[in-house]
């Protein structure tokens, strides 16, 4: 599976140790930066490309990081069949993936630790959609609303 790393100067040491553990895993991994610490940086320079590549392979995952995780969901959600999530818990990341189908995670830098990230994207990575007929049914109406947007 191809996993999209994306991040700003805010969860770059973070991403740096995902990034380490996920390719142990054998993830075909993809890190769109940032790819040096550079405070003046901004977010949206590093997740709008990764989540364009998320909505064009929707076999892909991506795992987009900065202080809050908000930044990073509000930029990948703008892009058309992407559904980020911000995620505090491996349970959160799995109901995302069951119930909404979510194809990227977003993570606080400054809210968790390393372990407590892996776990998150552990739970995120292997866990599948359900199908169940009453999500196929919501995601179908945010199917409608990208399409009137």
């Not at 769109?32 to 320079?45: K, N, R, S, W």
């Not at 987009?64 to 908000?70: K, M, P, Y």
């Not at 400054?110 to 049914?137: C, K, Q, V, W």
């Amino acid at each position: 599976m191809k996993v999209y790393l994306a991040t700003d100067h805010g969860g770059f040491n973070l991403k740096e140790a995902l990034k380490a553990y996920l390719l142990t895993q054998g993830y075909d991994v993809i890190d769109e930066g940032a790819h040096t610490l550079d405070p003046a940086d901004d977010y949206p320079d590093f997740m709008y490309p990764a989540a364009q590549k998320i909505g064009e392979d929707m076999n892909a995952r991506g795992i987009f990081l900065c202080r809050s995780g908000a930044g990073a969901a509000i930029v990948a959600n703008k892009v058309k069949d992407v559904r980020a999530v911000v995620a505090r818990t491996k349970e959160e990341a799995q109901h995302a993936r069951e119930h909404n189908d979510a194809n990227v995670v977003a993570l606080s830098s400054d809210a968790l630790t390393a372990e407590e990230a892996r776990d998150i994207i552990a739970a995120f990575l292997s866990t599948s959609f359900s199908g169940e007929d009453r999500h196929l049914r919501r995601l179908k109406k945010i199917m409608r609303i990208e399409e009137r947007s």
